[in-house]
Protein backbone atom coordinates (compact mmCIF):
# COMPACT_ATOMS: atom_id res chain seq x y z
CA UNK A 1 0.00 0.00 0.00
CA UNK A 2 1.33 3.57 -0.76
CA UNK A 3 1.28 6.60 1.50
CA UNK A 4 -2.12 7.51 0.01
CA UNK A 5 -3.66 4.57 0.35
CA UNK A 6 -5.75 4.08 3.69
CA UNK A 7 -8.09 1.53 5.87
CA UNK A 8 -11.94 2.33 7.03
CA UNK A 9 -13.20 -0.73 9.24
CA UNK A 10 -13.65 -3.54 6.42
CA UNK A 11 -12.90 -1.41 3.51
CA UNK A 12 -9.52 -0.54 1.60
CA UNK A 13 -8.97 2.21 -0.70
CA UNK A 14 -6.72 2.03 -2.80
CA UNK A 15 -5.96 5.38 -4.36
CA UNK A 16 -4.79 4.61 -8.18
CA UNK A 17 -5.27 8.23 -9.03
CA UNK A 18 -3.24 9.81 -6.14
CA UNK A 19 -0.40 7.69 -7.68
CA UNK A 20 -0.89 8.55 -11.42
CA UNK A 21 -2.08 12.03 -10.59
CA UNK A 22 1.62 12.69 -8.77
CA UNK A 23 3.29 10.73 -11.59
CA UNK A 24 1.87 12.21 -14.62
CA UNK A 25 -0.30 15.26 -13.59
CA UNK A 26 1.19 17.66 -16.15
CA UNK A 27 0.17 15.45 -18.76
CA UNK A 28 -3.30 15.18 -17.45
CA UNK A 29 -3.10 19.19 -17.76
CA UNK A 30 -1.55 19.17 -21.50
CA UNK A 31 -4.03 16.56 -22.71
CA UNK A 32 -6.56 18.94 -21.83
CA UNK A 33 -5.20 21.98 -22.59
CA UNK A 34 -4.73 20.55 -26.00
CA UNK A 35 -8.04 19.14 -26.29
CA UNK A 36 -9.61 23.02 -25.42
CA UNK A 37 -7.04 24.61 -27.85
CA UNK A 38 -7.90 22.06 -30.90
CA UNK A 39 -10.66 23.28 -33.55
CA UNK A 40 -12.88 21.77 -32.52
CA UNK A 41 -12.17 21.94 -29.04
CA UNK A 42 -13.32 19.00 -27.46
CA UNK A 43 -12.53 17.34 -23.43
CA UNK A 44 -13.27 13.78 -21.94
CA UNK A 45 -16.32 13.17 -20.40
CA UNK A 46 -14.64 12.08 -17.49
CA UNK A 47 -14.04 15.58 -15.92
CA UNK A 48 -18.25 15.67 -15.62
CA UNK A 49 -18.05 13.49 -12.62
CA UNK A 50 -17.08 16.19 -10.14
CA UNK A 51 -19.16 16.15 -6.51
CA UNK A 52 -21.77 18.38 -8.28
CA UNK A 53 -21.33 16.39 -11.62
CA UNK A 54 -22.25 12.70 -10.05
CA UNK A 55 -25.21 14.79 -8.34
CA UNK A 56 -26.04 15.69 -11.21
CA UNK A 57 -25.89 12.62 -13.44
CA UNK A 58 -27.79 11.02 -10.32
CA UNK A 59 -30.85 13.34 -10.88
CA UNK A 60 -30.44 12.46 -14.85
CA UNK A 61 -30.75 9.17 -13.93
CA UNK A 62 -34.55 10.05 -12.31
CA UNK A 63 -35.46 12.23 -15.55
CA UNK A 64 -38.94 10.98 -17.29
CA UNK A 65 -36.50 11.52 -20.83
CA UNK A 66 -33.93 9.47 -19.45
CA UNK A 67 -34.59 5.57 -20.43
CA UNK A 68 -31.71 3.77 -20.12
CA UNK A 69 -31.28 3.51 -16.24
CA UNK A 70 -34.97 2.54 -15.16
CA UNK A 71 -34.63 0.28 -18.49
CA UNK A 72 -31.62 -1.53 -16.91
CA UNK A 73 -32.98 -1.90 -13.73
CA UNK A 74 -36.30 -3.31 -15.06
CA UNK A 75 -34.21 -5.77 -16.73
CA UNK A 76 -32.47 -7.27 -14.35
CA UNK A 77 -35.16 -7.35 -12.33
CA UNK A 78 -37.18 -9.12 -14.58
CA UNK A 79 -34.32 -11.88 -14.90
CA UNK A 80 -32.51 -11.52 -11.78
CA UNK A 81 -32.15 -15.24 -11.08
CA UNK A 82 -31.54 -16.46 -14.73
CA UNK A 83 -29.01 -13.94 -14.63
CA UNK A 84 -27.56 -14.90 -11.37
CA UNK A 85 -27.89 -18.58 -12.34
CA UNK A 86 -25.68 -17.80 -15.66
CA UNK A 87 -22.99 -15.97 -13.38
CA UNK A 88 -22.59 -18.16 -10.93
CA UNK A 89 -21.91 -17.39 -6.90
CA UNK A 90 -18.85 -16.75 -4.94
CA UNK A 91 -16.46 -15.39 -7.18
CA UNK A 92 -15.25 -11.72 -7.15
CA UNK A 93 -17.43 -8.71 -8.35
CA UNK A 94 -15.86 -5.58 -9.81
CA UNK A 95 -18.11 -2.71 -10.50
CA UNK A 96 -16.65 -0.38 -13.10
CA UNK A 97 -17.21 2.92 -12.65
CA UNK A 98 -19.27 1.53 -9.22
CA UNK A 99 -20.55 5.64 -8.33
CA UNK A 100 -23.17 5.83 -5.76
CA UNK A 101 -22.83 1.03 -5.88
CA UNK A 102 -27.05 1.33 -5.98
CA UNK A 103 -26.70 -1.03 -9.18
CA UNK A 104 -24.12 -3.57 -7.30
CA UNK A 105 -26.45 -3.38 -4.09
CA UNK A 106 -29.19 -5.25 -5.78
CA UNK A 107 -27.00 -7.84 -6.95
CA UNK A 108 -25.54 -8.96 -3.93
CA UNK A 109 -27.66 -10.95 -2.78
CA UNK A 110 -27.82 -12.79 -5.22
CA UNK A 111 -24.16 -13.26 -6.23
CA UNK A 112 -23.14 -13.54 -2.36
CA UNK A 113 -19.07 -12.19 -3.97
CA UNK A 114 -16.14 -13.36 -2.17
CA UNK A 115 -15.38 -9.82 -2.20
CA UNK A 116 -16.85 -6.39 -3.95
CA UNK A 117 -14.25 -4.43 -5.63
CA UNK A 118 -15.97 -0.90 -6.38
CA UNK A 119 -13.32 0.88 -9.19
CA UNK A 120 -14.38 4.48 -9.99
CA UNK A 121 -12.88 8.17 -10.73
CA UNK A 122 -14.69 10.23 -7.97
CA UNK A 123 -13.21 9.69 -4.61
CA UNK A 124 -15.85 10.87 -2.23
CA UNK A 125 -18.23 9.15 -3.92
CA UNK A 126 -17.32 5.92 -3.83
CA UNK A 127 -15.49 6.28 0.07
CA UNK A 128 -19.38 7.22 0.77
CA UNK A 129 -20.82 4.23 -1.17
CA UNK A 130 -18.30 1.64 0.13
CA UNK A 131 -19.11 3.05 3.69
CA UNK A 132 -22.79 1.91 3.24
CA UNK A 133 -22.11 -1.25 1.63
CA UNK A 134 -19.73 -2.28 4.21
CA UNK A 135 -22.63 -1.91 6.81
CA UNK A 136 -25.58 -3.73 4.62
CA UNK A 137 -23.15 -6.55 3.73
CA UNK A 138 -20.51 -6.76 7.14
CA UNK A 139 -19.50 -10.35 5.39
CA UNK A 140 -18.19 -9.06 2.08
CA UNK A 141 -14.93 -7.32 2.21
CA UNK A 142 -15.22 -4.38 0.31
CA UNK A 143 -12.14 -3.02 -1.80
CA UNK A 144 -12.30 0.62 -3.68
CA UNK A 145 -10.15 1.39 -6.63
CA UNK A 146 -9.77 5.04 -7.70
CA UNK A 147 -8.16 5.22 -11.39
CA UNK A 148 -8.75 6.14 -14.30
CA UNK A 149 -9.69 2.96 -16.41
CA UNK A 150 -10.36 4.80 -19.72
CA UNK A 151 -6.94 4.12 -21.27
CA UNK A 152 -5.56 0.88 -19.54
CA UNK A 153 -7.75 -1.59 -17.33
CA UNK A 154 -4.44 -2.11 -14.88
CA UNK A 155 -6.75 -4.38 -12.04
CA UNK A 156 -4.79 -7.49 -12.15
CA UNK A 157 -2.62 -6.99 -9.06
CA UNK A 158 -5.98 -5.50 -7.07
CA UNK A 159 -7.52 -9.16 -7.96
CA UNK A 160 -7.23 -12.48 -6.82
CA UNK A 161 -6.50 -15.49 -8.79
CA UNK A 162 -10.55 -16.36 -8.12
CA UNK A 163 -12.93 -16.30 -10.58
CA UNK A 164 -14.37 -12.38 -11.29
CA UNK A 165 -17.50 -11.43 -12.73
CA UNK A 166 -17.17 -7.73 -14.29
CA UNK A 167 -19.80 -5.53 -13.69
CA UNK A 168 -20.13 -2.88 -16.34
CA UNK A 169 -23.70 -1.32 -16.57
CA UNK A 170 -25.50 1.93 -17.74
CA UNK A 171 -23.96 1.72 -20.83
CA UNK A 172 -21.16 3.25 -19.85
CA UNK A 173 -19.16 1.34 -23.02
CA UNK A 174 -20.36 4.01 -24.88
CA UNK A 175 -18.17 6.50 -24.17
CA UNK A 176 -15.79 4.59 -25.92
CA UNK A 177 -15.43 4.71 -29.40
CA UNK A 178 -16.08 1.12 -31.23
CA UNK A 179 -12.50 0.68 -31.81
CA UNK A 180 -11.63 2.02 -27.87
CA UNK A 181 -14.74 0.30 -26.30
CA UNK A 182 -13.12 -2.85 -28.44
CA UNK A 183 -9.40 -2.84 -26.63
CA UNK A 184 -11.36 -2.14 -23.30
CA UNK A 185 -13.16 -5.05 -23.63
CA UNK A 186 -10.22 -7.41 -24.70
CA UNK A 187 -8.37 -6.17 -21.56
CA UNK A 188 -11.47 -7.78 -19.79
CA UNK A 189 -11.69 -10.64 -21.40
CA UNK A 190 -7.51 -11.15 -21.10
CA UNK A 191 -8.16 -10.77 -16.85
CA UNK A 192 -11.27 -13.10 -17.42
CA UNK A 193 -9.32 -15.88 -19.20
CA UNK A 194 -6.81 -16.18 -16.94
CA UNK A 195 -9.81 -16.67 -13.71
CA UNK A 196 -11.43 -19.74 -15.30
CA UNK A 197 -15.37 -19.27 -14.47
CA UNK A 198 -15.12 -15.84 -14.97
CA UNK A 199 -17.40 -13.61 -17.24
CA UNK A 200 -18.54 -9.85 -17.96
CA UNK A 201 -22.01 -9.16 -17.30
CA UNK A 202 -22.63 -5.39 -19.58
CA UNK A 203 -25.43 -3.33 -20.25
CA UNK A 204 -25.37 -1.30 -23.66
CA UNK A 205 -28.58 1.18 -25.07
CA UNK A 206 -29.72 0.40 -28.56
CA UNK A 207 -29.79 2.58 -31.96
CA UNK A 208 -33.36 3.76 -31.71
CA UNK A 209 -35.96 6.49 -32.70
CA UNK A 210 -34.18 10.13 -32.73
CA UNK A 211 -36.92 11.68 -30.85
CA UNK A 212 -36.35 9.20 -27.93
CA UNK A 213 -32.53 10.03 -27.91
CA UNK A 214 -32.45 13.72 -28.10
CA UNK A 215 -35.09 14.29 -25.57
CA UNK A 216 -32.88 11.71 -23.40
CA UNK A 217 -29.90 13.75 -23.82
CA UNK A 218 -32.11 17.22 -24.10
CA UNK A 219 -34.68 16.85 -21.11
CA UNK A 220 -37.09 19.65 -20.49
CA UNK A 221 -35.84 20.85 -16.84
CA UNK A 222 -32.39 21.28 -18.31
CA UNK A 223 -30.68 19.03 -15.94
CA UNK A 224 -28.67 17.47 -18.42
CA UNK A 225 -28.28 20.85 -19.38
CA UNK A 226 -26.91 21.63 -16.03
CA UNK A 227 -24.68 18.43 -15.71
CA UNK A 228 -22.81 19.40 -19.09
CA UNK A 229 -22.26 23.09 -18.60
CA UNK A 230 -21.05 22.10 -14.69
CA UNK A 231 -17.86 20.31 -16.39
CA UNK A 232 -16.99 23.74 -17.81
CA UNK A 233 -16.86 24.96 -13.79
CA UNK A 234 -15.08 21.65 -12.92
CA UNK A 235 -12.33 22.89 -15.63
CA UNK A 236 -11.66 25.91 -14.08
CA UNK A 237 -10.32 24.24 -10.86
CA UNK A 238 -8.28 22.27 -12.17
CA UNK A 239 -6.79 24.59 -14.83
CA UNK A 240 -7.14 27.87 -13.16
CA UNK A 241 -9.10 28.92 -16.23
CA UNK A 242 -12.03 31.30 -16.88
CA UNK A 243 -14.87 29.87 -18.70
CA UNK A 244 -17.91 31.58 -18.20
CA UNK A 245 -20.72 29.13 -17.83
CA UNK A 246 -23.15 31.97 -19.41
CA UNK A 247 -21.33 32.07 -22.27
CA UNK A 248 -22.18 28.87 -23.05
CA UNK A 249 -25.36 26.69 -24.00
CA UNK A 250 -25.83 22.78 -23.98
CA UNK A 251 -26.11 20.42 -27.12
CA UNK A 252 -27.19 17.15 -26.86
CA UNK A 253 -28.65 15.18 -29.95
CA UNK A 254 -27.99 12.15 -31.51
CA UNK A 255 -25.86 11.36 -34.99
CA UNK A 256 -27.61 9.14 -36.49
CA UNK A 257 -25.18 8.33 -39.10
CA UNK A 258 -22.42 7.79 -36.73
CA UNK A 259 -24.73 6.00 -34.41
CA UNK A 260 -23.77 8.13 -31.33
CA UNK A 261 -25.28 10.87 -29.12
CA UNK A 262 -23.16 14.23 -29.03
CA UNK A 263 -23.29 16.44 -26.52
CA UNK A 264 -21.07 19.90 -27.03
CA UNK A 265 -21.13 23.34 -25.78
CA UNK A 266 -21.97 25.99 -27.87
CA UNK A 267 -20.52 29.84 -27.38
CA UNK A 268 -23.63 32.22 -27.18
CA UNK A 269 -21.13 34.76 -28.37
CA UNK A 270 -17.66 35.34 -29.54
CA UNK A 271 -15.48 35.14 -26.18
CA UNK A 272 -12.10 34.69 -24.78
CA UNK A 273 -10.88 32.45 -22.42
CA UNK A 274 -7.43 32.48 -20.70
CA UNK A 275 -6.15 28.99 -20.85
CA UNK A 276 -2.71 28.64 -18.96
CA UNK A 277 -2.23 32.41 -19.77
CA UNK A 278 -3.07 32.34 -23.30
CA UNK A 279 -6.11 33.72 -24.60
CA UNK A 280 -8.22 30.78 -26.42
CA UNK A 281 -11.03 32.68 -28.37
CA UNK A 282 -14.10 31.41 -29.29
CA UNK A 283 -16.18 32.30 -31.99
CA UNK A 284 -20.73 32.71 -31.70
CA UNK A 285 -21.75 29.11 -32.11
CA UNK A 286 -18.68 27.40 -31.51
CA UNK A 287 -18.49 24.10 -29.98
CA UNK A 288 -16.86 22.17 -27.39
CA UNK A 289 -17.27 18.73 -28.17
CA UNK A 290 -17.83 17.30 -24.32
CA UNK A 291 -19.33 13.25 -24.94
CA UNK A 292 -20.24 10.72 -27.05
CA UNK A 293 -22.54 8.41 -26.17
CA UNK A 294 -22.49 5.28 -29.05
CA UNK A 295 -25.25 3.29 -29.24
CA UNK A 296 -25.61 -0.81 -30.60
CA UNK A 297 -27.96 -3.09 -32.10
CA UNK A 298 -27.71 -6.47 -30.10
CA UNK A 299 -25.75 -8.28 -33.07
CA UNK A 300 -23.61 -5.47 -32.99
CA UNK A 301 -22.86 -5.24 -29.68
CA UNK A 302 -22.62 -9.30 -29.51
CA UNK A 303 -19.73 -8.70 -32.59
CA UNK A 304 -17.56 -6.39 -30.76
CA UNK A 305 -17.52 -8.92 -27.47
CA UNK A 306 -16.85 -11.39 -30.23
CA UNK A 307 -13.68 -9.58 -31.60
CA UNK A 308 -12.65 -8.85 -28.58
CA UNK A 309 -11.95 -12.79 -27.57
CA UNK A 310 -15.83 -13.31 -25.72
CA UNK A 311 -16.88 -16.44 -27.49
CA UNK A 312 -19.95 -17.53 -25.02
CA UNK A 313 -22.64 -15.54 -25.00
CA UNK A 314 -26.15 -14.72 -23.14
CA UNK A 315 -28.28 -11.46 -23.44
CA UNK A 316 -31.32 -10.16 -22.49
CA UNK A 317 -33.42 -7.47 -24.17
CA UNK A 318 -35.97 -4.45 -23.09
CA UNK A 319 -38.49 -4.34 -25.50
CA UNK A 320 -38.31 -2.27 -28.18
CA UNK A 321 -35.56 -3.54 -27.93
CA UNK A 322 -34.84 -0.59 -26.19
CA UNK A 323 -32.07 -2.04 -23.98
CA UNK A 324 -29.82 -5.09 -23.77
CA UNK A 325 -28.10 -7.11 -21.24
CA UNK A 326 -24.78 -9.39 -21.87
CA UNK A 327 -23.08 -12.06 -19.97
CA UNK A 328 -20.16 -12.93 -21.89
CA UNK A 329 -17.49 -15.77 -21.33
CA UNK A 330 -14.32 -15.77 -22.76
C1 LIG B 1 -22.84 7.50 -17.84
C2 LIG B 1 -21.94 7.52 -20.04
C3 LIG B 1 -23.77 6.08 -19.52
O1 LIG B 1 -23.90 8.34 -21.98
O2 LIG B 1 -25.92 8.10 -21.22
C4 LIG B 1 -26.10 10.96 -19.41
C5 LIG B 1 -23.75 9.86 -19.38
N1 LIG B 1 -24.54 11.97 -20.48
N2 LIG B 1 -26.62 12.06 -19.98
C6 LIG B 1 -24.72 8.30 -21.05
C7 LIG B 1 -24.77 10.91 -19.74
C8 LIG B 1 -25.66 12.67 -20.60
C9 LIG B 1 -24.21 8.47 -19.62
N3 LIG B 1 -23.18 7.42 -19.27
Known sequence: MGASDHLQGSIQILDRLGTR???????????????????????????FYD?????????ICRLPEYYPTRTEIALFQQYRAEIAQAIGSGKQFVDLGAGDCCKAESWLPFLAPSRYVAVDIAGPEITRALT????????????????????????????????VTFFYPGS????????????????????????PGSGLLIGVDSKKDKARLDAAYDDALGVTAAFNLNVLLHVNRVLGSDFDV?????????????????????????????????????AA??????????????EEFASLLCSAGFADLSHWQAPGPDYTVFYARP
Open 172 to 195: SIGNFTPDEACAFLRQVQALCAVR
Open 285 to 298: GERIHTENSYKYLA
Open 21 to 47: RAQDEAAERAALLAGLRNTPASLSPKY
Open 132 to 163: RMAQEFPGVPMLGVLTDFSRTLDLDEALTKEP
Open 51 to 59: ELGCALYGA
Open 246 to 282: RGFRHRGFYNAEAGRVEMHLEATRAQSVCLDGVARPF
